[in-house]
């Protein structure tokens, strides 16, 4: 037993081997940049390709344009008010296992985006086809039987009903599981990187993530090119093209594709520890580690709230400048959601090429503005002063290269009995011609036409490009004849300067997108960094991101001046007059880049007012992250006097 007992007996006479302590893979800030970044790509494709989306889906269900846009912002719902109780426990929970729990429900929602298309009918669309009873549904006949394949004897199934419903719940199922992504893994970044890396690592994650929407709207351009229904044994052949406006690409292919992708990005953060060993270590850094907060019971958590959030929103440079994010982000719900849209209607522009052409040029160039931003702070080393002079200066140039915007558009192309006359066509009113028939032609003298009926034409032929030409059109100059499709606008060629100053403008503002979060972490307390950025988002969805859509929806919805009809209810705009589309949709937009300006310009006067206020900021930045955390009386007491400054 002695032997055993000396065996057992650990030695502690004798001195002990000591190993440096070796790093695992998932033990490296730099490698959870690299993860965190592909996650938050995934998560944001998912919100651009229904941005993208949008307007197909808008046709594709009859939605209108404010319906549209509160589907687009409907998963700022669920994140609303979890995003900052989530963000308040900060360090005090397994903040990559959170994450990691919200790509897996990121997932499950995407996948229920696409459901509808699996559950509806085929789409039906008007035809010039001759039916059973001989009978051309869209040209101009003296009799009342005319049919159409847009036919209300059947009324909508179950499953067609709750397509709007369903879309709805998977944006609020995708907005709950962001709630923990963005705020955590920007938090738990800034925790565990050296301040002179943790704006470039930021600027990278910034930049990686815009990348989402990006891929988002390209991989749109892809998948609209192809017909709703490619699944499905159509039992008819395929009468349109691309560029015919009743056209419907496959919108749900890309729901498909992103749920798999969010599924492999939440794999990693199994393996990520809940505290990772810090750029910079030394031994007050691995105490102040050790002493990380642990959990909060729900008593606690709710007694310390109000003080945390009075603390907060006691600073006036975190105030102004998240005011200004909220301009900005409200910007940028409009022309993600809208914009396509826009290049689409005023450009005579196919959803595929609109697209293409935001998230193959607009939105790559304001990625790499959101990069130059992150070098420019991380190479200057920017206080925050420095950091609102770059953004003033970068939104104030933006502003000079937007203006001209409002200037390159095309007018209303003429259209038969709805502009620039409503007066209905006398010359078709005996061709009982449908209310809900949407099947556009150019007439030779360049008066666009709802359809073939209302153009009074009465014989077709199919051509050789497999468009039809319409011939005996009493409402064209000597019975004239017409052509299918729209007769487009004007001024196809200003969509060259429009795109180049679009991308210019979407380039230089991006600066801003790096200095102005830094200067949210930077004046505030190290511990309420995850609870200020939570309250940070809050406020973008409240403020922006939630009403931004339907207020962008109203707008264009203002300017439609023909609604579609369909079993006698209202459907999806079919003609706008372009000059109050152009005019409204942009002005709203200047609006917002003229309120962000604003703010950064009060927030340097705030800063350049109140020395004292700059004097208190840069003491506590100066201060060490292990110093901060091993005496956070300090810098409680330092951070009152920065409050007690700025009032």
């Not at 808008?58 to 963000?87: C, P």
């Not at 996948?111 to 509806?120: A, E, N, R």
């Not at 199922?173 to 938090?187: D, E, N, R």
Request: charged share 15%; proline share 6%; aromatic share 10%.
């Amino acid at each position: 037993m002695g032997t055993a007992d000396a065996i057992m007996k650990p030695d502690n006479d004798k001195p002990k081997c000591q190993y440096p302590r070796r790093r695992g893979f998932f033990d490296n800030i730099k490698v959870f940049v690299f993860f965190h970044s592909l996650l938050q790509l995934s998560q944001l494709l998912v919100s651009g390709y229904m941005k993208s989306s949008i307007s197909t889906i808008e046709r594709r269900y009859g939605f209108s344009s404010r319906k549209s846009g509160i589907l687009a912002a409907f998963n700022e719902v669920g994140n609303t008010v979890l995003i900052v109780f989530v963000s308040f426990l900060g360090r005090r929970v397994h903040r990559p296992r959170f994450i990691g729990g919200g790509a897996i429900l990121a997932s499950l929602s995407s996948l229920l985006m696409g459901l509808p298309h699996f559950l509806s009918e085929p789409y039906q669309y008007t035809q010039t086809r001759i039916t059973s009873s001989q009978n051309i549904s869209g040209l101009c006949e003296s009799t009342s039987h005319l049919s159409t394949n847009q036919s209300c004897h059947q009324p909508e199934s179950s499953a067609q009903q709750f397509v709007y419903p369903l879309l709805l719940i998977g944006q609020l199922l995708l907005g709950i599981a962001s709630v923990p992504i963005q705020p955590f893994g920007i938090s738990y970044i800034d925790d565990h990187a050296s301040r002179k890396n943790a704006p470039l690592y930021l600027g990278l994650v910034l930049a990686v993530t815009s990348l989402g929407p990006a891929i988002g709207f390209i991989i749109a351009s892809l998948t609209l090119k192809l017909f709703v229904d490619i699944d499905k044994n159509l039992t008819e052949p395929l009468e349109l093209n691309q560029k015919d406006p009743r056209w419907v690409g496959a919108w749900w292919l890309g729901f498909l594709l992103a749920s798999g992708l969010l599924l492999l990005a939440a794999i990693p953060y199994i393996f990520f520890p809940r505290h990772m060993s810090p750029e910079e270590e030394s031994s007050q850094q691995q105490t102040a580690e050790a002493q990380a907060p642990q959990e909060l019971v729900l008593k606690d958590f709710l007694k310390s709230f109000p003080r945390t959030a009075l603390r907060t929103l006691r600073s006036p440079i975190y105030l102004l400048v998240v005011l200004a994010q909220i301009h900005l982000a409200a910007l940028v719900s409009g022309i993600s959601t809208f914009m396509a849209k826009y290049l689409e209607r005023q450009f005579s522009q196919s959803p595929s090429f609109s697209n293409l052409m935001m998230g193959g040029i607009c939105i790559p160039l304001s990625v790499l503005g959101t990069v130059v931003g992150g070098l420019l702070m991380w190479r200057w080393t920017l206080t925050i002063r420095g950091a609102g002079r770059l953004c003033a200066v970068a939104i104030l140039i933006g502003t000079f290269t937007a203006f001209p915007l409002l200037l390159l558009g095309c007018p209303t192309q003429r259209i038969g009995g709805v502009f620039p006359s409503e007066a209905p066509l006398m010359c078709s009113s005996g061709c009982q011609c449908p209310e809900e028939s949407y099947y556009p032609v150019c007439g030779s003298d360049s008066v666009e036409y709802q359809s073939p009926c209302h153009a009074g034409c009465t014989t077709m032929k199919t051509l050789q490009d497999n468009k039809v030409n319409f011939t005996g059109c009493s409402c064209i100059n000597a019975s004239g004849s017409a052509t299918s499709g729209s007769c487009g606008s004007s001024c196809s060629h200003l969509l060259l300067p429009f795109m180049t100053l679009l991308a210019l403008t979407s380039f230089i503002a991006s600066f801003s997108q790096t200095p102005s979060c830094m200067m949210v972490l930077r004046s505030v307390a190290p511990e309420d960094k995850s609870f200020a950025v939570g309250v940070q988002y809050m406020l973008f969805r409240v403020l922006a991101f939630l009403p931004g859509p339907v207020l962008y929806g109203a707008v264009i919805d203002s300017a439609c001046i023909l609604w579609g009809r369909k079993c006698g209810r209202t459907t999806s705009c079919l003609y706008y007059d372009l000059d109050l589309f152009r005019m409204r949709f942009l002005g709203l937009l200047s609006l917002f880049v003229c309120g962000a300006l604003a703010c950064f310009c009060l927030s340097l006067l705030v800063l350049r007012c109140k020395p004292e206020l700059q004097k208190a900021q840069n003491e506590l930045k100066s201060i060490p992250d292990q110093e901060r955390d091993l005496d956070k009386s300090n810098a409680i007491s330092l951070l009152k006097r920065n409050q007690d400054a700025g009032t």
